[in-house]
């Protein structure tokens, strides 16, 4: 080894990003296995790296022992033959001995180059991981790569290779090679394989990182995206509210003359935009998530604090339902309710059989008390002791 070395971890420090540290490390730990391997020193070995010089030392460690108890001229050292190295040296003292023999060097630098081809293989992983990892739930602009029948393959910046499954594929997309896409990294792992990044063009957090790009009161949390129901491709609701009372959140998001929501729009390939008012009050925000349609009324299931029935005009059925029921099911997934629509025609039948599930909750007879056993009796007092009671007593 040489200042060559040195020269050449420099140049890879600087060029891969691996640090010179690290091969260092996996330098000595090379030469250490390969002295194991091939000598019986093995156990008290020591390999050091002149970080100056690129200079390589392979030392045996030896302890100090009387001369009497001298056993094993491997690990240990007499004491008389220590003094005549250096009168200083006393009993159980440590001395290393130069031990590289002739033939090691081409035996160290044949294993030094695998380990050392795999640790700089597993330091660019880490590097490559860490770094994509810091992304993961952001958006990043990648250039489409190639197709086969399970994957889209995305080139991201630094040529990482990413890959989009068909269900993070938009179904009203064709991609092409070198096409440059905005995609949300969605999931980082670190496998045996090296790291594996996955991006997506369908998930619900790509609508809301293109809001924050596009509308700076989300990016700073004036305005904020409290949920988001999504088919891909083809429509989103997205409920928002405000916290400034100035500030409408609905016409923010919208931009002037729909300029903002039109650039999120574009980017998705002509996906709809329903943008509704998030509100603590449930029965509202359930009647705003069924936006374009009027509702009348919210009735809630007395039995189910999760579903409700919602009343609208006879002549808007439809359009609260929607085509093939996605307004209705977007607006469940936005609010989390089960929502069933009804014409303003059967309000009366529903506002009866909503009567009659309140009075039959109401009614319901309380679960009868169960009389203690003896037996359980016993067990109850044995359970409650006496130390039990002490310590709750001194807990309070």
């Not at 990648?142 to 197709?147: A, I, K, M, Y």
């Not at 998001?253 to 509704?276: F, H, K, P, W, Y």
């Amino acid at each position: 080894m040489s200042k060559e070395m040195i020269a050449a971890l420099d140049a890879l420090e600087q060029e891969k990003g691996v640090k010179k540290e690290i091969v260092i490390e996996s330098l000595e730990a090379a030469l250490e296995a390969a002295y194991k391997r091939n000598y019986d020193q093995a156990q008290n070995v020591e390999v050091t790296f002149d970080k100056k010089k690129g200079d390589i030392k392979v030392m045996a460690v030896k302890t100090v022992v009387p001369d009497d108890e001298f056993e094993d001229d491997t690990t240990q050292v007499s004491l008389k033959e220590a003094l005549k190295l250096n009168r200083a040296y006393e009993l159980g003292d440590e001395i290393r001995f130069k031990v590289t023999p002739k033939d090691f060097g081409r035996i160290a630098a044949q294993t030094a180059k695998q380990v050392i081809i795999q640790r700089v293989r597993e330091a660019e992983r880490a590097i490559v991981y860490d770094k994509f990892a810091e992304y993961e739930d952001e958006i990043i602009t990648g250039e489409v790569e190639r197709q086969d029948n399970r994957y889209l393959f995305v080139t991201l910046p630094g040529n990482q290779e990413a890959v989009m499954t068909q269900q993070d594929q938009m179904p009203n997309e064709t991609y092409r090679m070198h096409d440059r896409i905005k995609v949300l990294v969605s999931k980082v792992e670190n496998n045996a394989k090296g790291p594996q990044v996955f991006v997506s063009r369908t998930h619900p957090d790509l609508v809301k990182r293109l809001f924050e790009q596009e509308v700076p009161e989300v990016f700073d949390g004036t305005v904020e995206i409290m949920s988001i129901a999504r088919e891909a491709g083809d429509r989103s609701k997205i409920a928002v509210k405000s916290n400034n009372a100035d500030l409408d959140p609905v016409g923010t998001m919208v931009g002037q003359r729909g300029a903002r929501v039109q650039s999120v729009v574009t980017e998705l390939s002509g996906e709809n935009m329903d943008i509704v008012e998030w509100t603590e009050d449930q029965a509202q925000f359930i009647a705003n998530a069924l936006n374009p349609a009027e509702v009348v009324d919210v009735i809630f299931d007395p039995e189910n604090e999760r579903a409700a029935t919602v009343i609208v005009p006879d002549f808007q059925l439809s359009l609260a339902i929607g085509k093939k029921g996605q307004n209705a099911r977007l607006a469940a997934k936005l609010t989390n309710f089960k929502i069933d629509i009804k014409p303003e025609s059967e309000a009366d039948t529903v506002f009866e059989q909503m009567q009659a599930a309140k009075t039959a909750v109401a009614n319901k007879p309380a679960e009868p008390a169960v009389d203690a056993t003896p037996a359980d009796e016993a067990a109850i007092e044995a359970a409650v002791s006496e130390d039990f009671a002490s310590d709750l007593f001194d807990a309070e």
